[in-house]
């Protein structure tokens, strides 16, 4: 999951109607043929699903929105609300569990004030938990945008991020 | 790369890189799992450091995939010797350039050691003496970006043989006779299911790879499409070719970045080197394959969920028959194996189903990819003959349990599996043995767990997550989990009743016999295992209101030894929620009512003066 392209102007506005036909127009994937891929590729666009994008793109494809909202509402990973531009992933795996995810959790929750699915008011971060991110080894780890910090315990959660806030502001 | 029109052309190529291959020095790091750790920036500093010592023409650093050893984080392979380093940072890179690409020495402090004497070599580290890599033997080793360098290390070549010289049937006779069966989980017979798509009616018909790891624990497939992709492509090619599909789709779940990465570019090159498209490599034969990217739904890893997911729809399973060898992808027949697999097919037409099927047990051929984490010192990749214990894996391999705890059990096939007991250690591993002992071989993940593990907190944990990613449709699954779910919390929490283990297990037996899917139908085995090996937990939760292994947190409590505790105030200055109290040099309280159980002054305290009861 790259860095989460929700610009500031969207989170009060919504897309334009020109930035929705230039997010169709560019598409790789065609709705008819691959419906998740061309949703994955709006939501890279704007960092979540507008809702006037899904109505157009039902339009232009004849898909009903119904079921496109069907597909959308059904996996995790599609969003319908504008989300923090980076987005934390904490993985609540079985060989993280056994090494104290749950506590990791709970020191990124204190320490940005949210809780899972939720974005801090600032939407710098957006938090969600994952069920493995297949780096075992490193558990427990966590993941934010595309970069893995492993081997954590509650302290270093709080050092990396308030590092990665610092780094970015 | 210029596109290959031969089966010839191909042969040729490979001889010419192998020409250029030459003596040099290639340091190959892992490039993909220690990538956490930074191992980009070590491939930076040892590149900036031969090319600055102008040693460009006698070595070269290939960003390689996964060594296996991921405990050893981040992992460094100098061939020709084989000499493995561990824990390789920045700093390091002038001294290996020094002392091993030049000077040929080895750096002692960088290699793997045991009871204080290194180990240099990779092949006489126990973690590798014990294993028997076939699957993963380019995992590692070939840079997964470079087709040329798979290429070299022989990749196409059984597909190669299978479109020239083999009829599809044959194909099938090959991969039956082997003894394969499906490394996803349920182990059906691969060459079977390759049979029933081939005699299906309809056109067209499709491949697809399940790239779909959603297991908890589980990352073989992970690093096979990350460090040896062109295996995987071309596995596909000779399944297409069996069973006559040109059309294929590799799913790959959406949180494995540099597996997408990598595939997709694997992809593109395949199809610019005339190895997937029309008349792959001259024969006549088509196909392509498309990637897609899943949008994080664990039930996808189901066949039909995966399917419907690719159709565009809701990533939900539907009852079979009709198997998707007969109506599959759009209806039309389809084949779908998993990503090991798929990797398993190349070497079997290579060496012939004879010399694959003398690895293994009897109904078990060849071996299998485990990933190992949890409580166990070499946490990383192991590939073991089907036949392997559990003792071989876990100390022989693993290395045994970290501080010399005490093996309480391996949980085995993640939210469908089950967790298997000390009592098993020695019973060797394949499909039908695990099955009996309550858990399932399932695609591979093997977590080890100590005693400082709550039998009752797993199988929550387990039952939660199969609630969670049930998809709904069918009501024992979407109602009977989370009954289930609420039993095993109300235990975890103090609160279970008694009659609590009995209910669990008659509602654990109904969900497994009536659900729809497999998810459904294995969702119980986490809970009903662990009752069947440890149901002397559950009774301590129940009727003693106490956690014997002190991991479930509302029945337990930290409190700090007066006599051993040093007043140091490092568990102070620690603690999150200032629930502990002091003065300096003297020992210190926890105030119950403000501690949240965090355990981070149990963590950080020196002197093992904070115990949790």
């Given amino acids: ?169 | 790369m210029t596109r290959l029109d031969s089966i010839d052309a191909l042969e040729k190529l490979r001889g010419d890189l192998a020409a250029q291959e030459g003596a040099g020095v290639v340091v190959r790091v892992c490039s993909t799992g220690c990538r956490a750790l930074g191992a980009l920036s070590v491939c930076e500093a040892l590149e900036r450091e031969i090319a600055r010592r102008a040693l460009g023409s006698k070595a070269r650093v290939v960003r390689a995939g996964c060594h296996g050893l991921c405990a050893g984080a981040v992992a460094v392979v100098v061939d020709p010797q084989g000499i493995f380093y561990q824990g390789v940072t920045t700093e390091d890179a002038p001294e290996i350039v020094e002392e091993t690409v030049v000077g040929g020495r080895i750096v002692e402090r960088l290699c793997w050691s045991l009871d204080g004497e290194a180990v240099p070599l990779k092949h006489d580290i126990p973690f590798y003496k014990h294993q028997t890599r076939l699957v993963l033997r380019n995992c590692g080793v070939v840079d997964p970006a470079s087709l040329e360098d798979a290429i070299a290390h022989g990749a196409y070549s059984a597909a190669a043989q299978a479109l020239s010289d083999m009829r599809p049937e044959q194909v099938i006779e090959e991969v039956l006779a082997s003894g394969l069966r499906g490394r996803g989980g349920a182990g059906f017979p691969t060459g079977r299911k390759w049979q029933f798509a081939r005699a299906a009616e309809g056109e067209p018909k499709y491949i697809i790879c399940n790239a779909d790891e959603g297991d908890p624990g589980a990352f073989m497939d992970r690093a096979l499409l990350e460090g040896d992709p062109h295996l995987i492509i071309e596995g596909m090619i000779i399944g297409a070719y069996a069973i006559g599909a040109k059309k294929g789709f590799i799913y790959v779940r959406a949180e494995y970045p540099i597996a997408i990465q990598h595939t997709k570019a694997a992809l593109e090159q395949a199809r610019e080197a005339g190895l997937l498209g029309e008349s792959i490599l001259g024969t006549g034969f088509d196909l392509d394959i498309e990637m897609r990217v899943g949008a994080g739904a664990f039930v996808c890893g189901e066949e039909t969920a995966l399917i419907a997911s690719i159709e565009g729809k809701r990533g939900m399973p539907r009852s079979r028959p009709p198997f998707p060898a007969s109506f599959g992808l759009y209806g039309k027949p389809t084949n779908i194996n998993n990503v090991e697999t798929w990797a398993n097919v190349p070497r079997i037409i290579e060496e012939g189903s004879e010399a694959y099927a003398k690895v293994g047990t009897e109904g078990s051929k060849g071996t299998k990819i485990f990933a190992l984490a949890g409580k166990v010192r070499n946490t990383g990749l192991v590939e073991v003959p089907m036949g392997a214990t559990l003792r071989q894996i876990v100390f022989d391999i693993g290395g045994g349990i970290p501080d010399d705890r005490e093996f309480r059990a391996a949980q085995m096939g993640g939210p469908s599996g089950g967790c298997v007991p000390a009592d098993y250690l020695d019973l060797p591993i394949d499909y039908d043995s695990v099955k009996q002992v309550g858990a399932i071989m399932g695609s591979g993940g093997l977590i080890v767990m100590d005693d400082s593990t709550c039998m009752v907190d797993i199988a929550r944990f387990f039952t939660d997550f199969v609630q969670s990613e049930s998809c709904g449709k069918c009501v024992p699954c979407r109602v009977g989990t989370r009954r289930m779910l609420e039993i095993l919390t109300r235990i975890c929490n103090g609160e279970g009743e008694i009659g609590d283990v009995e209910r669990l297990d008659r509602l654990g037996k109904m969900v497994l016999a009536t659900s729809l899917c497999g998810l459904g139908q294995t969702a119980p085995n986490p809970a009903l295992s662990t009752i069947r090996y440890f149901q002397h937990e559950y009774d301590s939760h129940i009727n003693e209101r106490r956690c014997p292994a002190g991991a479930c947190q509302a029945l337990i409590g930290y409190r700090i030894l007066e006599d051993t505790c040093t007043g140091c105030g490092v568990c102070l200055k620690a603690c999150p929620v200032g629930a502990i109290s002091g003065e300096k040099k003297q020992p210190h309280s926890i105030s119950a009512s403000v501690c949240i159980k965090c355990g981070a002054c149990h963590e950080k305290c020196r002197f093992d003066a904070i115990v949790v009861e």
């Fill in chain 1, 1 to 169: 999951m790259a860095e989460n392209a929700t610009p500031d102007r969207l989170v009060s506005q919504g897309p334009s109607e020109d930035d929705v036909v230039a997010a169709l127009d560019s598409l790789d994937a065609r709705p008819e043929t691959n419906l998740i891929g061309a949703l994955q590729e709006v939501q890279d666009r704007f960092g979540y699903l507008p809702s006037p994008a899904l109505e157009a793109m039902s339009e232009r494809s004849g898909i009903p929105l119904s079921r496109i909202y069907g597909v959308v509402t059904f996996y995790a990973q599609f969003y319908t609300e504008p989300r923090g531009r980076h987005t934390i992933l904490c993985c609540r795996g079985t060989a993280c569990h056994v090494k104290g995810a749950g506590r990791v959790l709970e020191a990124v929750e204190r320490e940005l004030g949210i809780e899972e699915g939720e974005s801090t008011p600032d939407l710098m971060f957006y938090l969600e938990t994952v069920a493995c991110l297949g780096t075992c080894f490193l558990a427990p780890v966590i993941m934010i945008d595309n970069e893995y910090f492993g081997m954590l315990t509650p302290q270093k959660v709080a050092a990396i991020l308030q590092n990665f806030r610092a780094e970015r502001q």
